[in-house]
């Protein structure tokens, strides 16, 4: 994420159905359909329910890239837990 981030880019999906290995075990991103150059914020309601960040889902105030870190640890959750937190 901090890759994409630096280069001004929000992901606005993660998942685990959106996250590979290798064959040397490097995490790779897959399915770039919703990630988007960003400048400021933006307001579209994208992604999946269950990893989607209030902000986003509300549309109100629109988003940055923080909708990326939770999407992230709602991914880390399931991986520990094995259920979503919602």
């Known amino acids: 994420m901090k890759c994409l981030h630096d280069l001004d880019v929000i992901y606005r999906d993660l998942k685990p159905d ?3 290995i290798d064959g040397f075990g ?9 990630a988007k150059t ?6 579209t309601n994208c992604g999946t329910v269950g990893y989607t960040a209030p902000e986003v889902l509300t549309g ?3 988003y940055s890239f923080s909708a990326d870190l939770w999407s992230f640890g709602i991914v880390l959750l399931e991986l520990m837990t094995g259920c979503l937190p919602f």
Request: proline share 0%; glycine share 14%.
């Open 18 to 20: 959106n996250v590979m």
């Open 26 to 34: 490097h995490v790779k991103i897959i399915d770039f359909g919703f």
């Open 38 to 43: 960003l400048d400021g914020r933006t307001y």
């Open 60 to 62: 109100k105030c629109g």
